[in-house]
């Protein structure tokens, strides 16, 4: 699904504050919706009520701009998540990806136009469940597995402003401000039953009512309070990344992306990964290892989002000539092979 070129001629000043300033911070309490309208209103000078806000956002999801109203959860915080890749032979391609995607823990997995020409993430409740995972894609598929567990979270976020005329996410936004978290290959979690059963609850979003807080309470039949305290915990621990209108970037129009990897010098990686992360077009930043003995040098990972491929390659030339002056190669998506949310049946469960 894509929407016509000139979209954002239908959006007025209502929608658009929907969509570029409630892609996160979206109110923890009873009755959001009441503090957004009115937040809204102060901001546009348009008189409208919570039911119109919410018709607002369930006409914006219905026409694909929203993919969902909620959470975006954060898998390598909740449990243990990597990126891998292999080297599917061409002739066998389709049979490859059908036995990667046969994993419900496999959420992603894209085409990309290289050596490594599989990527995929796999997502789990634990280390051990991950690698066993990888482990049986290996020797089912017959084909080695490039094991890639995120190190090091310099930015990640795909929040941008969409209602506007930038050629690449994030362009008319300043500097961010960046740091260098560490990642546990062997996070679990720790979650409390409260917190498993509202991760389990809100997955795949939260209800487009007016007390969509409560309705999840009554749901995993919990307080109300009892659950906004434990959203506000989440988010405070990092399980929960930010809540509010998730965008569709690529029914939005940023349709090209391209994923760089870079041979940085270790002792340089933190302060060009903060550096790097801080640009206001790179669209995630982040490490991880290098596989030397499987012929992979590169330690830095970036990601560029733009509507035009000319636009992405411009900002590449632009990051390996100003910051990161050293060998790297350019990855482009060319097809997606599968595209879920991770599920947390997985994440929450007891495993060992």
Known sequence: MSLDADWRADIDAVDAALIDEYQSGFPVEPRPFERV????????????DADEVLDRVRGLRERGVFRRFGAVLNPPVIGSSTLAAVRAPEDRFDEVAEVIN???????????????NQWFVVTAGSRETRDAILAEIEERTGCEVLNLPMLTDYYIDLEFPVVNGDRFA??????TAVSATR???????????????LLLAI?????????????????IDAPIDDVLAAVDRLLADGCIKRIGCIVNHVVTGFTNNCMVV???????????GEAVGSLPYVTLCYHRPRRTEQGWEYNLFTMIHGREAEAVDAKIDELAADHLPFSHERLYSTETLKQTGARYEDLVADEE
């Open 37 to 48: 309208a009115s937040e809204i209103a102060a901001e546009t000078g348009v008189a409208l």
């Open 102 to 116: 046969g994993y419900r823990q496999v959420n992603h997995n894209y085409r990309r136009d290289h050596e490594w």
């Open 170 to 175: 994030r362009e008319s936004l300043e500097e």
């Open 183 to 197: 990642i546990s290959e062997n996070a679990r979690g720790d979650l409390a039953p409260l917190d498993a059963d």
């Open 203 to 219: 997955q795949d979003g939260f209800p487009l009512s007016a007390t969509p807080y409560a309705d999840v309470a009554a749901e």
């Open 262 to 272: 870079w041979d940085v010098p270790d002792d340089e990686l933190d302060d060009r």
